[in-house]
C-alpha cells in the first residue's frame, strides 16, 4: 500500500491594528514557516480583501488566524476587534477561517528574536516578531490538529 500524503497548505494571521503577520505551512502540515508582514490601510474590507488575496495567491486550503486571549483565557477589547475583523475575511473569502489562541506568542517571538541576535532596529524587529508570531499560532494549530489526525 502506498502513502498518500494530504497536501495542503495553510496561512495563518496574527492581526495587528497596524500590521498582519503572515506565515505558511508546508504542504504536509508538519511545519509553519514565518512570511511577509502585510501593512494595513485601515479600512476593513480591503484589508480582508488583500488577505483573502494572499492566501490564494499561495495556494491555501484554509486561514488560521491568532484569538487574541486575556491571560486568563478571558476575551478583551482586541479580541472583539479580531472577532470584527475576521466577519470581514470570511466575507472575503470562500476559505474555511479557523482560530487559534495565540497568548505569549508575541511575547515568545519577541523573546527569540533577541535570543538569535536579530537587529533592534525598530520597523525590522516589528515586522520579524508579526510573522514570527503568526508562524506560532499556525504551529499551535498544527500540533494540535496532529493530535486529533486531521487538519
Given at each position: 500500500?502506498?502513502?498518500?500524503?494530504?497536501?495542503?497548505?495553510?496561512?495563518?494571521?496574527?492581526?495587528?491594528?497596524k500590521?498582519?503577520?503572515?506565515?505558511?505551512?508546508?504542504?504536509?502540515?508538519e511545519y509553519a514557516?514565518?512570511g511577509?508582514?502585510?501593512?494595513?490601510?485601515?479600512?476593513?474590507s480591503?484589508?480582508?480583501?488583500?488577505?483573502?488575496?494572499?492566501?490564494?495567491?499561495?495556494?491555501a486550503?484554509?486561514?488560521?488566524?491568532?484569538?487574541?486571549l486575556?491571560?486568563?483565557?478571558?476575551?478583551?477589547?482586541q479580541?472583539?476587534?479580531?472577532?470584527?475583523?475576521?466577519?470581514?475575511l470570511?466575507?472575503?473569502?470562500?476559505?474555511p477561517?479557523?482560530?487559534?489562541?495565540?497568548?505569549?506568542?508575541t511575547l515568545?517571538?519577541r523573546?527569540?528574536?533577541?535570543?538569535?541576535?536579530?537587529?533592534?532596529k525598530?520597523?525590522?524587529?516589528k515586522k520579524s516578531v508579526d510573522?514570527?508570531?503568526?508562524?506560532?499560532i499556525?504551529?499551535?494549530?498544527?500540533?494540535?490538529h496532529?493530535k486529533?489526525?486531521?487538519?
Amino acid at each position: 500500500m502506498c502513502y498518500n500524503p494530504v497536501m495542503e497548505q495553510l496561512i495563518a494571521f496574527d492581526i495587528g491594528r497596524k500590521r498582519v503577520g503572515v506565515a505558511y505551512s508546508d504542504p504536509f502540515g508538519e511545519y509553519a514557516m514565518p512570511g511577509d508582514t502585510y501593512f494595513r490601510c485601515g479600512d476593513f474590507s480591503a484589508d480582508a480583501a488583500a488577505l483573502a488575496k494572499i492566501a490564494r495567491e499561495r495556494g491555501a486550503s484554509a486561514i488560521v488566524c491568532g484569538l487574541p486571549l486575556n491571560a486568563d483565557g478571558s476575551e478583551s477589547e482586541q479580541t472583539a476587534y479580531t472577532r470584527r475583523f475576521l466577519e470581514a475575511l470570511q466575507g472575503a473569502t470562500e476559505l474555511p477561517v479557523y482560530t487559534e489562541d495565540e497568548r505569549f506568542t508575541t511575547l515568545q517571538a519577541r523573546q527569540d528574536l533577541c535570543t538569535m541576535g536579530v537587529s533592534s532596529k525598530k520597523d525590522k524587529k516589528k515586522k520579524s516578531v508579526d510573522s514570527l508570531a503568526a508562524a506560532y499560532i499556525l504551529e499551535g494549530y498544527l500540533a494540535k490538529h496532529k493530535k486529533g489526525g486531521e487538519l
